[in-house]
């Protein structure tokens, strides 16, 4: 063959070798397009390739059958999902009625003239009722929360004046555990657009966790910045115990009577505010900081 020619051959296999390439890129990029927006959005939409090669379209059949797959296991889990979480709220909302007609007949009876031993004894099934009854409470709202979120609605909030409300609802429980608080907050006002009944939560299970795990001491501190510190002392507390209290049902011993809901709601509500909440645990002290950025800056 002479070299013009075998040149003239070279250069047809180059262009037929750059078109093949070219079709192959073009093909990947639509793979990359088409699995971007499925996996996005979770549409029914599979990858449907503009090529006619066997190989890639074999690949493409190969990915749709993965997603199919993967749609099916992604639907049985939301149904699971969603029937568990039905259960709970049923569940929950139906111990709600029998435990306060409890609550209301143990009153009834403590009232009843009864000799010391009968008053001990029903002043004991009455804290146990009332504790199941607070239990099943924070399960009932956990589970309300897991649902369908629907939007918080927000306004103004001032967090010096939340504060101050949520550490006087606790005061009286602080205090009978001999935990004095200390506050620390600045003079002018610290303002937020938040939903107040939602941050009114999210301080209430803190100061709670600060009753469980506390060695009788308390610190709390909000910056101009919009972030509030809880500290104390927890000598008996890990720090991989700390870790895990985010857990939902996560409890330890030192915690009983609690369903482990608390700062897992908490978190919940912060992050759904656009907020941040962190834990650490280090020399025997335990802190959880909040923070709310100012968004009307942003």
């Known amino acids: 063959m002479l070299p013009w020619a075998l040149c003239a051959v070279l250069a047809l296999l180059v262009i037929a070798l750059c078109i093949r390439l070219h079709l192959i890129h073009k093909s990947l990029k639509e793979i990359d397009a088409r699995l971007t ?3 996005s959005e979770d549409t029914n939409v599979l990858i449907d390739l503009s090529s006619g090669d066997k190989q890639l379209r074999a690949f493409a059949s190969s990915l749709n059958r993965q997603l199919r797959s993967l749609r099916e296991a992604r639907q049985r889990y939301r149904c699971g999902d969603r029937e568990l979480k039905e259960a709970v709220t049923n569940i929950s909302h139906d111990l709600r009625t029998p435990l306060t007609a409890i609550c209301g007949y143990l009153e009834l009876m ?7 031993n009968v008053k001990r004894y029903l002043g004991l099934i009455d804290n146990r009722a009332r504790a199941m009854k607070q ?8 589970s309300m929360l897991l649902a369908e979120p629907e939007e918080l609605s927000s306004e103004s909030v001032n967090l010096n004046a939340a504060l101050e409300d949520g550490v006087a609802a606790f005061y ?14 600045p003079e ?3 303002v937020r657009t938040l939903n107040a009944a939602a941050l009114s939560r999210i301080l209430s299970n803190i100061l709670n966790n600060a009753v469980k795990y506390s060695d009788g001491d308390l610190t709390i501190e909000l910056d101009e910045g919009g972030a509030i510190r809880f500290s104390n002392s927890a ?27 608390g700062l897992s709601i908490a978190r919940l509500l912060t992050v759904r ?6 834990l650490t645990c280090e020399g025997g002290r335990l802190c959880i900081e909040l923070y709310f950025p100012d968004t009307l800056r942003n």
Do not use: C, W
């Open 37 to 39: 927006e499925i996996l």
């Open 110 to 116: 403590r009232r009843e003239e009864t000799n010391a």
């Open 135 to 142: 239990l099943t409470e924070e399960l009932f709202r956990y």
């Open 172 to 185: 009286d429980i602080l205090v009978q555990r001999g935990i004095q608080p200390e506050i620390r907050m």
């Open 188 to 190: 002018a006002p610290v």
């Open 235 to 261: 000598r008996n507390l890990t720090p991989v115990q700390a870790e895990k209290l985010f857990d939902r049902f996560y409890t330890v011993e030192s915690a009983r009577n609690s369903t482990g809901l």
């Open 273 to 278: 505010m656009g907020g941040e909440i962190h």
